[in-house]
Nanobody
């Protein structure tokens, strides 16, 4: 079992920055990947970014590449999503999730095994 708890979501103005945190606890594995997804009502959950826990390699969705940065702090069991140049289109509930069984990269939310409860990010113009 893996537990994930997101925090840091709030209202922010367009063009601003925000950092989300994900606390990860429970079973760990060298094959771990932790990803961030986002979802707005009526739309499918969208892949944002992911990071390999052991080696720190990263993967980004096209819509956030160059604006968002994912990182992790192994000692504190945290994964961060640094977001800059925020746009209204970034408004969503942001979820972190853990993939404990896929050996390669995946952007498919169905391949992720554990999920947090989500944190709301609202970008105002």
């Amino acid at each position: 079992q893996v537990q994930l708890v997101e925090s840091g979501g709030r209202l922010v103005q367009a063009g601003g920055s925000l950092r989300l945190s994900c606390d990860v606890s429970g079973r760990t594995s060298s094959r771990y990947a932790v990803g961030w997804f986002r979802q707005v009502p009526g739309k499918e959950r969208e892949f944002v970014a992911a990071i390999r826990w052991s080696i720190g390699s990263t993967l980004y969705g096209d819509s956030v590449k160059s604006r968002f940065t994912i990182s992790r702090d192994n000692a504190r069991n945290k994964v961060f999503l640094q977001m800059k140049s925020l746009e209204r289109e970034d408004t969503a509930v942001y979820y972190c999730a853990a993939d404990v069984h896929t050996t390669g990269w995946t952007m498919d939310p169905q391949e992720y095994d554990y999920w947090g409860q989500g944190t709301q990010v609202t970008v105002s113009s």
